[in-house]
């Protein structure tokens, strides 16, 4: 069956950098399109990232040019590099399949409508 389980999290000062992984088993890992979410306290889980199967990825306005997200197809593993952290970036971090079908429909959507898989997340904490 598939299985995502993200590691990496931890606590960092703001300014700081972390990088996450999800380690990936249970489907084709080349080809599947991939995200990021996170879940603030009290807010609902937003994405922040997602790639397609042909290796264009969309990110959120909030995290352009601070986060970047890859794939280790070799290694069937997920990161995201974030950098320049800042304390309103606390939060859950999901790794997740999605749907390309329902992403080729809607490209550039974030929506965690088409998440088929989550992790079980990783919590990132920044303090100031």
């Known amino acids: 069956q598939v299985q995502l389980l993200e590691s990496g999290g931890g606590s960092v000062q703001a300014g700081g950098s ?3 992984s999800c380690a990936t088993s249970g489907f084709i890992f080349l080809t599947s399109c991939m995200g990021w979410f996170l879940q603030a306290p009290d807010k609902e889980r937003e994405g ?33 590099q974030m950098t320049s952290l800042k304390p309103e970036n606390t939060a859950m971090y999901y790794c997740a399949r ?5 992403l080729s429909v ?12 989550w992790g079980q997340g990783t919590q990132v904490t920044v303090s100031s």
């Open 18 to 20: 972390v990088r996450l």
């Open 48 to 80: 922040l990232a997602i790639i397609n199967g042909v290796g264009s990825t969309t990110y959120a306005d909030s995290v352009k040019g601070r986060f970047t997200l890859s794939k280790d197809t070799a290694e069937s593993r997920l990161y995201l």
């Open 98 to 102: 999605v749907q390309c079908r329902l």
């Open 106 to 117: 809607r490209p550039g959507t974030l929506a965690s409508t088409i998440v088929t898989d």
